[in-house]
């Protein structure tokens, strides 16, 4: 791609960030990084949100870990710390030492850093979630696997702690979010074009 159509894809990217963002200046924090460019922060979810993954519970500390978990015994995650949690008329949990975990589909509000439980857990086991539908169609993307190899790299520098991981298949990057409402995918369709990089949201707005 020629520097002049990097400009012009960065020009159209910057317009549509400041219309989704109705030109809000953001205010840099460790989990939305000054100088994002494509995948700049979306706006906070209006209401509940479900998260599906490990809740772990150290020393009274809990964080809901929507990403992956160290191979340890007790587990471990960074995770987004929880507030409103109770173990009471809650199963399906394991204990060592200090330590309670389980897997459970968490509904509750998300401010940017943390999450705030409203209603009871569910066993994740037990979870009924609404199936999504595929964003690709199951069809392979138009990605170039260095280009995208690239794209991974950045990658933590730009999203912080809002990255739970990503991975390059079927000619695509694929990138899971701890939430997007749309925002960052619209953007990364606009600078590098669209069927080649996939945006997913761990965080998912309650269905009414």
């Known amino acids: 791609m020629t520097r002049i ?4 894809l960065a020009v159209t990217a910057g ?3 400041c219309a989704l963002a109705a030109c809000a200046t953001p205010t840099p924090s460790d989990s939305s990084p000054a100088g994002s460019g494509a995948f700049a922060s979306p706006e906070l979810p209006d209401g509940d949100v479900i998260g599906q993954g490990t809740v772990i519970d150290a020393d009274g500390r809990v964080r809901l870990c929507l990403g992956p978990i160290a191979e340890s015994y007790p587990p471990q995650c ?8 109770t173990w009471e ?5 394991e204990t060592a030492g200090d330590t309670r975990w389980g897997a459970y589909a968490v509904q509750g ?3 940017g850093e943390s999450f705030t439980v409203t209603q009871p857990p569910v066993i994740l086991a037990l979870y009924d979630p609404m199936t999504s539908p595929d964003p690709t169609g199951a069809e392979p993307g138009r990605g170039i696997a260095t280009e995208l190899q690239a794209i991974q790299d950045e990658l933590p ?6 990255l739970l991981s990503a991975s390059v ?11 997007d409402d749309g925002t960052r995918q619209a953007v990364a369709d606009a600078v590098y074009g669209e069927e080649v990089i996939v945006v997913r949201s761990a965080l998912r707005p309650v269905q009414g």
Do not use: F
């Open 89 to 93: 008329d809650v199963e399906g949990y």
């Open 5 to 8: 159509r990097r400009l012009a």
């Open 169 to 179: 298949a079927d000619s695509r990057l694929w990138i899971d979010v701890v939430w």
């Open 157 to 162: 520098g730009l999203l912080g702690s809002d």
């Open 15 to 17: 317009a549509l960030i």
């Open 78 to 85: 960074a995770g987004l710390p929880v507030t409103g949690w």
């Open 109 to 111: 509000t998300y401010d």
